[in-house]
């Protein structure tokens, strides 16, 4: 009999892993509330304030505008994910070593989102938003060979919010906020035997989680400021029906309940208007993606222990205030890997680079278009997977390029 409990494991942490939600660059993480944000890396996105997509970075940042205004747009993700120089291993071919590269396991996928801010009075700002978290599809099709270790992952999520912001004096402003974390995820994983292919994991689940968010700002004078911002992540609970054939005595259970931890994040941002053209501002983020640490269901226990570490972001970026009607900007992020010593094929994961650019055509004092691209650069991993019966070794790079556009409009 296939002993498939570890491997069954690993293809479920490695693929619901992908419905960790919220705005995050590892681990398959995605930034996409914003294309202004995505033109300048996100670098000082909690604390700029040139659009209302800020209150899903930092709440308190809504108290820096006296209009009611308006974000709408979208972001295009293309990933390019490739295993190479893999070769895969058998218990039923004894001696034999097979090819297992693939050159186009990543997709397309489009991430929308919405914001407004509403001013109420002079010193209470109420705001509401919803953007999706994450947005993508991984697929090795028949002709990869290790089916086992790579088949479908089509995972989408949303974070809808509230907020409100609070200025305590021409200086100080705070802010919180309820997030409500909508994630959805299908996951297939097969596996060869000589009695032909068999299901080992087959997810279909999805689910609500509640979380919260605070915020801080601090304006120095009119061209300084700073942002503080701290964002709460709950245990998404996902239900829907889950065979694992980990689970000997019932593989396959009908409304199961996924338990999935997702991590808190800590941000810092700047901003610094150095001349009427020229501005300076950056980022710094704290992920607790330790907390990712083992993956639940109700009906089948424990599916696998993920020891994923903790993550950071650092940007940097500038915009150029060209004339009255255009607006330039580029920044540069670097972020670190999730995972550590447990890697995957189905979740490539390495130390990234962002490289950004974007720029805003103000059509009227009220209305504006912005435009973001960036290059989001991987590095190679060596990846090696095992089962009881078979064997993975390789290494997997996954680039990204992701577009955005957005309309802004103030009242």
């Known amino acids: 009999m296939i002993n498939t409990h570890k491997?069954?494991?690993?293809?479920?942490?490695?693929?619901?892993?992908?419905?960790?939600?919220?705005?995050?660059?590892?681990?398959?993480?995605?930034?996409?509330?914003s294309a202004t944000g995505l033109g300048r890396a996100f670098a000082g996105d909690a604390v700029i304030a040139d659009n209302a997509s800020v209150m899903a970075r930092n709440a308190a940042a809504m108290a820096l505008f006296d209009k009611t205004t308006m974000s709408l747009g979208f972001v295009v993700l293309d990933t390019d994910i490739s295993v190479k120089n893999a070769s895969y291993t058998s218990a039923f071919a004894p001696g034999q070593s097979f090819p297992s590269n693939y050159d186009s396991a990543g997709d397309t996928s489009v991430a929308p989102n919405l914001h407004?801010?509403?001013?109420?009075?002079?010193?209470?700002?109420?705001?509401?938003?919803?953007?999706?978290?994450?947005?993508?599809?991984?697929?090795?099709?028949?002709?990869?060979?290790?089916?086992?270790?790579?088949d479908l992952t089509d995972v989408k999520s949303f974070n809808i919010g509230t907020s409100l912001a609070y200025r305590v004096n021409s200086q100080w402003s705070i802010g919180g906020g309820i997030d409500v974390i909508y994630g959805k995820g299908e996951m297939k994983r097969s596996a060869t035997t000589p009695a032909g292919k068999r299901t080992i994991l087959d997810i279909d689940a999805d689910g609500f989680a509640l979380g919260f968010n605070l915020g801080l700002v601090y304006e120095v004078n009119k061209a300084n400021r700073y942002g503080l911002s701290y964002r709460y992540s709950p245990k998404l609970e996902a239900k829907g029906d889950i065979l694992f054939a980990g689970n000997t005595t019932n593989p396959s259970i009908s409304n199961d309940t996924l338990y999935m931890p997702l991590p808190d994040m800590i941000e810092f941002s700047g901003y610094h208007l150095l001349s009427p053209q020229w501005a300076v501002h950056y980022s710094v983020q704290w992920i607790g993606?330790?907390?990712?640490?083992?993956?639940?269901?109700?009906?089948?226990?424990?599916?696998?222990?993920?020891?994923?570490?903790?993550?950071?972001?650092?940007?940097?970026?500038?915009?150029?205030?060209?004339?009255?009607?255009?607006t330039l900007r580029a920044g540069y992020m670097h972020d670190t890997s999730a995972q550590d010593k447990v890697t995957s094929i189905s979740v490539p994961d390495s130390d990234r680079n962002w490289f950004s650019a974007g720029f805003s055509y103000h059509m009227s004092t009220v209305s504006s278009i912005d435009f973001g691209a960036t290059y989001l650069l991987g590095k190679d991993v060596q990846v090696t997977e095992t089962s009881s019966f078979s064997n993975l070794t390789g290494t997997t790079h996954a680039n990204a390029m992701l577009v955005g556009l957005q309309y802004n409009r103030s009242f």
């Open 7 to 33: 491997l069954g494991m690993r293809f479920a942490a490695g693929s619901m892993a992908l419905l960790a939600t919220q705005t995050w660059a590892a681990g398959f993480q995605l930034n996409a509330q």
């Open 116 to 150: 407004v801010i509403v001013p109420l009075n002079e010193q209470f700002t109420w705001g509401a938003n919803i953007y999706s978290n994450f947005g993508t599809k991984t697929e090795f099709d028949s002709s990869f060979t290790a089916s086992e270790f790579g």
């Open 289 to 326: 993606w330790s907390s990712f640490d083992v993956l639940k269901s109700k009906g089948h226990g424990t599916i696998n222990d993920y020891e994923w570490q903790n993550g950071m972001h650092y940007a940097i970026g500038g915009t150029y205030y060209l004339n009255q009607d255009w």
